[in-house]
């Protein structure tokens, strides 16, 4: 049997009903290539074979020991064959032209390509403000060419590229290492594709969310320093407590390029505010401990 040309490598961490609407959207998908399908997931997470088992091409892979995006995004596309690997999570719903537009695109000279990442329309104000604080650099409206990073939940590689790469993201996919890594091999920006959206649908409370938040910063300031000089690394443990105006007034600038967002953007400020908080507090304690702080005792598979 030939390798498939186009996979999608799905990051297992919301859960089966998450899963379950991804690969329905995946099912659906118009005017796209065959796709292999391969979900990897946080085996505390159960019942996700249950939700892909009406679809029985995709492959269901528990990464037995490794909890962190990171690691699942590593095990994902470590498990896909197919020459394009396209990259999401499973609380993402691709657009019906997702594959075949991020595809397309990918042939255009880019080092790699991605898409939006919108959000529900029917979130909270909590769910809206755990969206925004990382993706609002890639909400709608977005320009369509050359951008400056693209996400993990919504990109595309070309196989060949990635593993001409000298990093490890095999065991840890930092997505904006390895794409400035791309970058600089191919001497091609990044490109960023308004057509190919996916809409992040994730139910969360506050105190979730916030576990959540600093939980991420911590792991990202953790891998962050194994790239970074001591210089660096005091300069960062100094100015990170400095970071929540910062990353605020980023957002509310995202925020006025629409009147719509700008509203939503000010309704859903307090929990937006303390999501922040948390980010900052958990990549401060990455900083300064050097540690992502999962729990490392369990096999690593």
Partial sequence: ????KVSVAVVGMAGPESLAACLAALANQRGAPELEVVVTHDPALEDMARAAAGYPDVRVVPN???????????????NTHGDVVLVTK??????PDWART??????????????PVDINPGASKVEWAFTFIDFFPYTSPVPAGV???????????RRADLEALDLDWRTH????????????RADLPLGLVPEAPVTLVRPVNLQEAMRERFQLGRVFAAKRLEYT???????????????????????????????SLLRTFTKALPPLSALVAARVAGEWVGYLTGADGLDTGSERG
């Avoid at 499973?90 to 657009?95: L, R, S, T």
């Avoid at 991020?102 to 898409?115: H, M, N, R, T």
């Avoid at 951008?147 to 590689?157: H, M, R, S």
Wanted: aromatic share 6%; hydrophobic share 50%.
């Fill in 1 to 4: 049997m030939s390798a498939p």
């Fill in 64 to 78: 037995v020991g490794q909890q962190s995006p990171l690691e699942l995004a590593a095990r994902a596309i470590q």
């Fill in 90 to 95: 499973d609380y993402c719903v691709p657009h």
């Fill in 102 to 115: 991020l595809v397309d695109a990918l042939e255009g000279g880019w080092a790699a390509v991605g898409g």
């Fill in 147 to 157: 951008a400056a990073t693209l996400t993990v939940c919504n990109a595309a590689y």
């Fill in 173 to 184: 996919f930092q997505e904006q290492v390895v794409n400035q890594a791309l970058v600089a």
């Fill in 229 to 259: 000089s001591p210089a660096k690394t005091w300069a960062l443990r100094v100015g990170a407590p400095m970071l929540p105006p910062l990353m605020v007034g980023r957002m509310a600038n995202k925020a006025r390029r629409s009147q």
